[in-house]
């Protein structure tokens, strides 16, 4: 009689799709926090990026015996800020994210963030001008950026020219309440 082997050697095609079917619904579960995470750290770098713009041009202002100025701007497209020397309104950036300025030498940095990236730069005041002496700022103000799922983080620039940062929601780690 001959023995027939019933040991088995592999999956069955039902196994593999009820595999299949199960790691879909984990992974669908599992792609909107990652894209939260993402958009979360989309929203920190841009934060960190402006704090370190801000002290920067309160920096240049000082070692250079010159006034600096950070300008905003909003667009549909995005937003956007210029760090330049020379006066207040002389450089703006167009809804393309481009700078446009009198004089393109006094331009020292500029930043877009297109809305492609689904964050806003906001600003109560259309810049700010960090004086040669002492760092001082004519007019104090703050700066938000705000993701779309309403997430914010805030910079208030005091008279003295100092930056500090907070979150008016108070659900952003590393950042105290406003």
Same mark, same amino acid.
Not at 36 to 64: F, P, Y
């Given at each position: 009689?001959?023995?027939?082997?019933?040991?088995?050697?592999?999956? *069955?095609?039902?196994?593999?799709?009820?595999?299949?079917?199960?790691?879909?619904? &984990? &992974?669908?579960?599992?792609?909107?926090?990652? !894209?939260?995470?993402?958009?979360?750290?989309?929203?920190?770098?841009?934060?960190?990026? #402006?704090?370190?713009?801000?002290? !920067?041009?309160? *920096? &240049?202002?000082?070692?250079?015996?010159?006034?600096?100025?950070?300008?905003?701007?909003?667009?549909?497209?995005?937003?956007?800020?210029?760090?330049?020397?020379? *006066?207040?309104?002389?450089?703006?950036?167009?809804?393309?994210?481009?700078?446009?300025?009198?004089? +393109?030498?006094?331009? #020292?940095?500029?930043?877009?963030?297109?809305?492609?990236?689904?964050?806003? &730069?906001?600003?109560?005041?259309? *810049?700010?001008?960090?004086?040669?002496?002492?760092?001082?700022?004519?007019?104090?103000?703050?700066?938000?950026?705000?993701?779309? +799922?309403?997430?914010?983080?805030?910079?208030?620039?005091?008279?003295?020219?100092?930056?500090?940062?907070?979150?008016?929601?108070?659900?952003?780690?590393?950042?105290?309440?406003?």
């Amino acid at each position: 009689m001959a023995s027939i082997n019933t040991q088995n050697r592999g999956y *069955s095609l039902i196994e593999l799709c009820v595999c299949t079917a199960v790691s879909s619904v &984990l &992974l669908g579960l599992a792609l909107p926090s990652i !894209e939260h995470i993402k958009q979360r750290q989309r929203l920190a770098a841009a934060a960190e990026t #402006l704090m370190t713009d801000l002290q !920067e041009a309160r *920096s &240049l202002a000082v070692s250079r015996a010159d006034s600096v100025q950070v300008r905003f701007n909003r667009h549909p497209n995005g937003s956007c800020y210029i760090v330049h020397t020379g *006066s207040t309104g002389e450089c703006q950036c167009n809804a393309n994210g481009e700078t446009v300025c009198s004089n +393109d030498d006094r331009v #020292l940095k500029r930043t877009w963030i297109p809305s492609s990236q689904k964050l806003e &730069l906001r600003s109560n005041v259309s *810049s700010f001008s960090f004086q040669a002496r002492q760092g001082a700022v004519t007019s104090t103000g703050s700066i938000d950026i705000q993701s779309v +799922d309403g997430e914010s983080i805030r910079h208030i620039v005091s008279i003295a020219g100092r930056v500090r940062t907070c979150s008016p929601s108070g659900g952003i780690r590393h950042y105290p309440r406003c």
